[in-house]
């Protein structure tokens, strides 16, 4: 009787559509995107909380790194530059902290005071004094790699930004100084604010771009698919409807768009239109085999027998999606929101608004091979597949189970992502930038320990100093800062070589007060605020070192864990590699929360469906061959589980589970018709098999425009996508009827 309704009322069904849809719209423009990858991980994460409380203490290290290349920094024209920059930086409301050749200092002695001067007080206009400087240089342990590189060749200017300055303004204030000041020098720039800049940047044009391509894509394909406009047009418009309703859901529930933002409206264009598809395949089906039925009775024929199936399998995409929410990661769970309202509004319409366009409309001239009897490429290709699984199914069991044997060895290869540098290509300025500073400048990473207590007493100061020691040990580390280390260089200054506090902390509490009074009377005692805070009873000490793999990080950081373990003084732990590192570990633990979710919550509905549980397992089959085949072929490949792989799993059982749902669907309705195992292989792998495969095309064309994305993490979630679609296509074309042609499954007769 609802189906009727549909038909009678198909006025207000269309009406109502288009004003929902409508109405919709107007979230869209409050919608923002966030680049910032740590906010992606939940608040009470211990490393996240640990590094905001580090920030509370010692102040926000966002820093933005300049970096110059050129022949020699000591030329007289870069170092020009490079005081006008700084000059111009310190001048600047946006940045509270400017370190450059001009801004470090230089601590010596001179007749038992010591001295603090900037590295370079006047540019030298000889080459001796050129020379000169360079000696000097080298011998400070707080410019000499860590602002120029051992052959000279590379110098940075850091930036550290005040208060809460959008990165907009903050790349704009760095680019115009870079333009106001220029010169021969190569210019590359480094650092969370530049990064956010430029994701957000690339997100916005992978939305301008990637969306309305897909769209194009999926028309076309469509057309020639179906061969009929209204094939096309009506699933088309059921994408575009429920892209706009899922967009609406993320501004309406407080959300932001994150850099996996984009494959929401690309999942919609790839998975929205599976249900309009099978909608029109099974209509042109009935229009072939019974030319002379009104075009209501066809419509009515094709909801009644499509509306399981459909439920069903948007039911079971919707549960495979929704295995995100058991992500870790904030952006992932609001995906797997977004992406499952918008796949049942698809379903909706596809069943109710599809009809109601269908039934105003004329037959239309239908193509032959929607009877299941046509000679087209597609049809001999299903054809021979029928041949084959129901001849030699033991041999097509044989060569999936061969296949699956080499591909698991490849797990032994599989690795987790150490970071987020892979966002960027390998030759984005970022990552060149990225590659410099690890080579010449210690690392890019930072691990930080809070000390608190009296820092002036020498017990902390010299297990600081050989914490120092031990750490630098490790060929990763590039340098090791606190206020130890400083106070080491300041007795290197009033002290000659030989004599007992040369280089070594003060013997007491008093010693050390003087060093520090003696710097206060020709430095700046905020030169320190870095290191301690204002009344020296919390001390920052800081590990800068490299990494590219997850195993490294592990070793940095247990190293530092085991040396502080029983150190009293030490209250907390953090860095922003330690966060990174937490990210990309709970990437992995959400992958197999969600999978674990998604393949007990799909097992089990459909053993609901079919009311049998060897339903579910064979059901599971093609999926279970697909994900482990996947994971497989990512440690061949080299490909590593990060932020946009993790959600492959999640996303391809939700749309693999269909082919299986349907395809059992119609072999139950063969087999009920009288038909043996052979003959209903054949009749669905010739009607609904033609459904399953413009489907599983339509996905792989609609995921492919995401190789145009300018994130590397989202191309390679294209190829992986696209891969685990045409393994889940052939599984469930080849492998389960091969399996079914062997055993004749009990729930297919019920």
């Not at 009406?15 to 107007?26: N, P, Q, Y």
């Amino acid at each position: 009787m609802r189906d009727l309704l549909i038909i009678k009322h198909r006025w207000l069904v269309i009406i109502a559509t288009l004003l929902v849809v409508g109405i919709a719209v107007f979230p869209l423009f409050n919608s923002h995107i966030n680049p910032d990858i740590e906010s992606y991980l939940p608040e009470t994460m211990p490393a996240r909380m640990s590094e905001e409380k580090i920030q509370e203490i010692f102040g926000e290290s966002d820093p933005i790194i300049i970096l110059f290349e050129t022949e020699d920094v000591l030329n007289d024209s870069t170092l020009k530059r490079i005081r006008s920059l700084s000059k111009g930086f310190n001048r600047m409301k946006e940045f509270d902290m400017v370190m450059s050749l001009f801004d470090a200092k230089n601590i010596k002695g001179e007749y038992g005071s010591m001295i603090v001067e900037p590295v370079i007080e006047r540019i030298p206009n000889t080459d001796k004094r050129r020379e000169s400087l360079r000696e000097e240089i080298i011998a400070n342990e707080q410019v000499f790699k860590l602002l120029v590189s051992e052959d000279f060749r590379y110098t940075i200017i850091i930036l550290n930004s005040k208060g809460d300055f959008p990165d907009e303004v903050l790349m704009e204030a760095v680019n115009g100084s870079l333009e106001e000041f220029p010169g021969d020098e190569k210019v590359t720039i480094f650092g969370h604010p530049y990064s956010r800049y430029e994701v957000n940047n690339a997100v916005a044009r992978d939305f301008m771009i990637l969306m309305p391509l897909g769209l194009v894509l999926m028309f076309v394909f469509l057309i020639i698919s179906f061969r009929q406009k209204r094939g096309a047009f009506l699933p088309f418009l059921v994408v575009i409807f429920s892209i706009v309703i899922a967009m609406a859901m993320i501004p309406l529930l407080g959300w932001e768009i994150s850099v996996i933002g984009i494959l929401v409206p690309i999942m919609l264009i790839a998975i929205a239109n599976d249900y309009g598809i099978h909608f029109i395949a099974y209509y042109q089906e009935l229009i072939t085999a019974h030319p002379d039925m009104p075009v209501k009775q066809i419509v009515t024929e094709a909801i009644r027998y499509l509306k399981k199936p459909i439920i069903m399998t948007g039911l079971t995409t919707i549960v495979g999606v929704g295995g995100l929410l058991a992500h870790i990661m904030l952006p992932a769970r609001q995906m797997g929101v977004a992406a499952g309202i918008g796949i049942a509004f698809a379903v909706l319409l596809s069943l109710v608004f599809i009809p109601a366009v269908l039934v105003m409309l004329k037959k239309g001239k239908i193509p032959e091979s929607s009877s299941g009897k046509g000679n087209t490429l597609m049809d001999r290709i299903l054809s021979s597949i029928a041949r084959y699984t129901t001849t030699k199914p033991r041999l097509v069991i044989y060569f999936f189970a061969t296949f699956l044997i080499i591909v698991v060895f490849g797990l032994s290869r599989f690795q987790l992502a150490a970071d987020s540098s892979g966002l960027f290509s390998k030759h984005h300025p970022y990552n060149h930038t990225l590659s410099i500073l690890n080579r010449e400048f210690g690392g890019t990473k930072s691990l930080r320990v809070v000390f608190e207590g009296d820092i002036k007493d020498p017990a902390i100061l010299n297990r600081m100093d050989y914490y120092e020691k031990e750490i630098k040990k490790l060929p990763e580390v590039g340098n090791v800062t606190s206020i130890a280390s400083i106070i080491k260089i300041m007795s290197k200054a009033i002290n000659d070589p030989g004599d007992s506090l040369y280089n070594r902390i003060p013997y007491t509490r008093e010693g050390v007060a003087q060093y520090l009074m003696l710097y206060s009377m020709s430095g700046d005692p905020e030169d320190f605020e870095d290191f301690v805070d204002f009344d020296y009873t919390k001390a920052l000490f800081s590990v800068q070192y490299q990494a590219d793999n997850m195993n490294t990080l592990r070793k940095i950081e247990n190293t530092v864990l085991s040396l502080i373990a029983a150190d009293a003084n030490v209250t907390m732990v953090g860095g922003y590699s330690l966060v990174e590192k937490d990210l990309n570990q709970a990437v992995a633990d959400g992958q197999v929360h969600s999978l674990l979710f998604a393949f007990i919550a799909i097992g089990i509905v459909l053993c609901i469906i079919f009311r049998s549980i060897y339903a579910g397992i064979l059901g599971s089959l093609p999926l279970l061959f697909t994900i482990i085949s996947l994971f497989g072929l990512m440690g061949w490949l080299g490909i590593e589980l990060n932020i946009a792989t993790a959600l492959l799993s999640s996303i391809a059982i939700g749309l693999g589970v269909d082919y299986s749902i349907h395809l059992f669907w119609r072999l139950k309705s063969e087999v009920k018709s009288g038909s043996n195992s052979e003959e209903a292989i054949t009749v669905s792998l010739r009607t609904v098999g033609r459904g399953i495969t413009i489907n599983a095309f339509s996905v792989i064309i609609g995921f492919s425009v995401l190789f145009l994305s300018a994130f590397p993490y989202i191309r390679s979630f294209a190829f992986l996508i696209i891969t685990s679609i045409a393994l889940c296509l052939l599984a469930s074309l080849v492998l389960v009827p091969a399996i079914c042609m062997l055993s004749t499954p009990k729930f297919l007769k019920k």
